[in-house]
């Protein structure tokens, strides 16, 4: 019986998924155990299109779940937790008051007196996905 070993996905903002998804096809990686990744599906695949490597990611639920495969890597897919609903409250006068989870996120900026400052900024936010 072959070793199973899980990992993480790592930031799915940083370059984590990438070095997992490279990691999956290597050699030695292959040769030595059966690789199973604790993250999100949608990220692992955007990683695989990054990388531009030949990786098929398949869902299971536990460690023990499937077939493993050369080109196939498995993930237990987290939930992503934005957006989702933690409680909801209704008042008597018909108020209705929802926690809901979403991002949060701090970028500082020493701010220049040019044009194109605030565009650059305002990128950053976006492509970080720190914009409501």
Known sequence: MRTKIAIPMGDPAGVGPEIVVKTAVSKEILDLCDLVVIGDK????????????????????????????????????????????VREIKRPNGLVIQQIRIPLGVIGVIYESRPNVTVDIASLCIQTMFVF
């Open 42 to 85: 949608k990220v692992l695949e955007k990683a695989t299109e990054i990388c531009q490597v030949d990786l098929k990611i398949r869902t299971i639920k536990n460690v023990e779940e499937g077939k493993y495969e050369k080109g196939i890597l498995k993930v237990i897919d987290l939930q992503d937790p934005i957006g989702t609903l």
